[in-house]
Antibody
Framework: QEQLVQSGAEVKQPGASVKVSCKAS????????INWVRQATGQGLEWLGW????????GYVQKFQDRVTITRDTSMSTAFLELSSLRSEDTAVYYC??????????????WGQGTLVTVSP | DIQVTQSPASLSAFVGDRVTITCRAS??????LNWYQQKPGKAPKLLIY???SLQSGVPSRFSGGGSATDFTLTIRSLQPEDFATYYC?????????FGPGTKVDFK
């Protein structure tokens, strides 16, 4: 069946970088964009950015423009989110999600299970 | 960026109640509005897309409406499994901002 499976929890020190993976299966990886969303404990959902696995085109929220990079490896059907210069406020669960579009409407219909990133000295 | 607000922030209801959650965008987004349900420790789940289209497999007691800047999510007869947090999201233009969420719990 269609699924997105993310890498395991990470603990990082402030100033370090983290790279989270998202492996797609059950559908053609290059057909749909991947979005990344994060959620701090007890907080709401925050959209971070998107990537087209077909073209490698990306777009990011301006506040993260200089710290976030989304890439992919099409041979592995896997998308990656890398966040650099980590700070305590980056502690959150990070989700990847498939962006499905139909007749001009786009939505996130398939989600990974989430990856907890903890930033702690 | 398009800002999205939701109301109420939380509500308490009984099983069987009709519940309505409102979402408002800071500018017209046509019908590019989606609704998600999230339970503790789980990823969000798509309920409604394009303002009023029911995602496959979602019970028909869920419905969405609205256009331009004002939208609603209605749960016709609240069931025990519906107690969760609900988020709207605009997909008119990036960044695809989410509303702050509405927590629905037991009265």
């Amino acid at each position: 069946q269609e699924q997105l499976v993310q890498s395991g929890a990470e603990v990082k020190q402030p100033g370090a970088s983290v790279k989270v993976s998202c492996k797609a299966s059950g559908y053609t990886f290059t057909t749909y964009d991947i979005n990344w969303v994060r959620q701090a404990t007890g907080q709401g959902l925050e959209w971070l950015g998107w990537m087209s696995p077909n073209s490698a085109n990306t777009g990011y929220v301006q506040k993260f423009q200089d710290r976030v990079t989304i890439t992919r490896d099409t041979s592995m059907s896997t998308a990656f989110l890398e966040l650099s210069s980590l700070r305590s406020e980056d502690t959150a669960v990070y989700y990847c999600a498939r962006e499905y579009c139909v007749t001009g409407s786009c939505f996130l219909d398939l989600w990974g299970q989430g990856t907890l990133v903890t930033v702690s000295p | 960026d398009i800002q999205v607000t939701q109301s109420p922030a939380s509500l308490s209801a009984f099983v069987g109640d009709r519940v309505t959650i409102t979402c408002r965008a800071s500018q017209s987004i046509s019908t590019s509005l989606n609704w998600y349900q999230q339970k503790p420790g789980k990823a969000p789940k798509l309920l409604i897309y394009a303002a009023s289209s029911l995602q496959s497999g979602v019970p028909s007691r869920f419905s969405g409406g609205g256009s331009a800047t004002d939208f609603t999510l209605t749960i016709r007869s609240l069931q025990p499994e519906d107690f969760a947090t609900y988020y709207c999201q605009q997909s008119f233009s990036t960044p695809f901002t989410f509303g702050p969420g509405t927590k629905v719990d037991f009265k």
